[in-house]
């Protein structure tokens, strides 16, 4: 039986409970985001997205690279399931998606219907993003905007983009990665970023601030870095309408 952690924010169990695990394709449930989404869930605007250098981690299948590139945009996104096929990826949407689409009619409640109005326009966004990825990910790949990495560990040199993400990942998922993951994996990130890291939401599954947040703004503010918690103009998992903004410059 599969097993949807979050109906909205379907990921794998498996290798969230073992880090050295290796993600199995029957674990991976495809469920991704578009770029209107991205850009309210990080107040990003049309010249940041033509003019910033992107590092997207953990945009699975969104549509975000796809349609960033499309505006001439430079975006790099890296993510477990890359290690798969066009192939893979697509038999996994095709075998998950009328579960979780089932799942969500279930618990609509959970959400708030005010962008994206009804469960039917939910889903077709969802499938319209994922049919972008998937059309574009063996020429993204061939480019390298779709990279196999996986965090805490990214294996570019130190300052190379402007902003760096990570949407529905960090914190989201808290009861699965434990607070020295996030620790490690957000330092990674300012690591590679010369302005701005950017994290979406600061909840974790049970809709409740994630326990990680307050020792991670300890532990960035002992290291010199400015942080900022911002309201944003998304809200569709209840009272996940901020970011988190870490100052690297
Ligand atoms: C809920 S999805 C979010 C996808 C996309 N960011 C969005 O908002 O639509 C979470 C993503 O995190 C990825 N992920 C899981 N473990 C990861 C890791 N260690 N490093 C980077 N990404 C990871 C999953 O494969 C999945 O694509």
Redesign the pocket.
Known sequence: MLRVIGVE????NSYAHNKDLKVKLENVVP???NLEEYKKMFLLSQKDLQSKKILG????P?SFNFEVTQLQGDITS????YQFTKDEIQSRIDETSSVVSEQLRKNQNDFIWKGIQSVDELINIRLTAMKNFINDYKNGKKEKRYIHQ??PKLSFENDIFDVVLS???LFLYSEYFDLQFHTDSILEMCRVSKDEVKIFPLLDLKNKKSDYLEPILKILKAKGFETNIIKTDYEFQKGANELLSIKVA
Do not use: A, V, Y
């Open positions: 924010c379907s990921l794998i469920w991704g985001r981690c953990g945009d699975g969104s890296i993510d477990p399931i996986e965090l949407s529905h990942f």
